[in-house]
């Protein structure tokens, strides 16, 4: 069974919002929705892609949880600290170990409520379906104390199984096109480029698909080269165009989630509406997915082994399965991704 929605022109009005956004459309029974475009993920869609498995291999989509090593203000590096079990204090001999880290530190979905908008100095601003969060409604002691679209929501449906479609944009545009690319340089890949990769790669969209692109960032970041580091100085990162072109696509295709493998899906800087570039405030798709359709997006996730598969069997679609951390009002969350051939 499939989910009959408005495609993105038809969605109805939300007062207060632009016109486009998704909120009320899969609530149920009276209650706010807080799983936004997971809902594609239908039984049906989930046993048809069961079907991609066909060589028994599995790859790791997570990059190392100290894989950077320059990390944006107010994010800490991950703390790892072994502990001794001696017989004395525990009764046996052996080793526990802790780990501290900022969930967006490295691989990471950002839940619907990462990404706030309209906050004034008398109220919290809105996440997706008019949800407010604060510090006290996020830091509950058990998810059904929360009511934010926050991660841990996820695992009352049984964390995320879908069909994972990879458009390894690096690959197609260095083997195809003989134009000099960077992911730091700050391409803007738009949907016809998506969709001419899509068809180099012979791979069709299919109704709750979990789209991933591949720009590069995190093969760079594993070791960087002087120019590398001279690039940084520009702000610029590769990655999908920002503009409302991409929002109603990946609407209309009922795509469940996206991710990429750098800081951000889409391209930094932002463009604003007038054209002119904007600041991390005027992100877009930030804006649109998270907020206004409830679509999760996943970043940093580490996708050079996926490349390298998809290019060794000739396909570019698999089951992917991902079970985030489940702890109550999760932001974000490693998203400990499996794609299985």
């Not at 479609?165 to 003989?178: A, M, S």
């Not at 998506?194 to 594993?222: C, H, P, S, W």
Request: proline share 6%; charged share 20%.
């Amino acid at each position: 069974m499939t989910l009959s929605v408005p495609n993105f022109d038809d969605l109805p009005p939300v007062e207060g919002q632009p016109k486009g956004f998704a909120w009320g459309i899969f609530d149920k029974d009276g209650k706010k929705d807080v799983l936004g475009t997971l809902n594609f993920l239908t039984p049906d869609v989930v046993k048809a892609a069961a079907t991609e498995v066909k060589d028994g291999i599995s790859v790791s989509l997570n990059w190392p949880l100290n894989g950077l090593k320059f990390p944006l203000p107010n994010r800490n590096l991950t703390s790892h600290t072994a502990h001794q079990l001696t017989p004395g204090n525990m009764g046996v001999d052996g080793w526990d170990d802790e780990l501290t880290f900022n969930t967006q530190i490295s691989s990471q979905w950002d839940s619907l409520c990462h990404f706030v908008h309209g906050t004034t100095d008398s109220e919290p601003g809105t996440t997706y379906n008019g949800f407010r969060p604060t510090k006290e409604t996020l830091e509950v002691a058990f998810s059904h104390e929360s009511p934010n679209p926050t991660i841990d929501h996820w695992h009352a449906r049984g964390g995320v199984v879908g069909r994972g479609v990879l458009i390894d944009y690096k690959r197609w545009v260095e083997e195809t096109t003989g134009v000099k690319y960077h992911t730091l340089d700050g391409h803007r890949i738009t949907i016809a480029e998506i969709e001419e990769v899509a068809k180099y790669q012979n791979v069709e969209f299919k109704e709750g698909d979990i789209l991933i692109v591949r720009t590069g960032y995190t093969d760079m970041l594993a070791a960087p080269t002087p120019e590398d580091f001279g690039k940084f100085q520009a702000q610029t990162l590769s990655g999908v165009h920002g503009v409302e072109e991409t929002v109603r696509w990946v609407w209309n295709k009922r795509i469940s989630a996206v991710a990429g493998d750098a800081h951000a899906f889409e391209a930094l800087p932002p463009v604003k509406a007038d054209g002119n570039v904007g600041t991390v405030a005027d992100l877009y798709l930030h804006r649109w997915f998270l907020n206004g359709l409830g679509m999760p997006i996943g970043e940093l996730w580490d996708l050079n082994a996926l490349g390298e598969q998809c290019k060794k069997l000739g396909r570019y679609s698999f089951l992917l399965t991902s079970a985030p951390l489940n702890h109550p009002g999760l932001v974000a969350s490693p998203p400990n991704a499996l794609a299985i051939f």
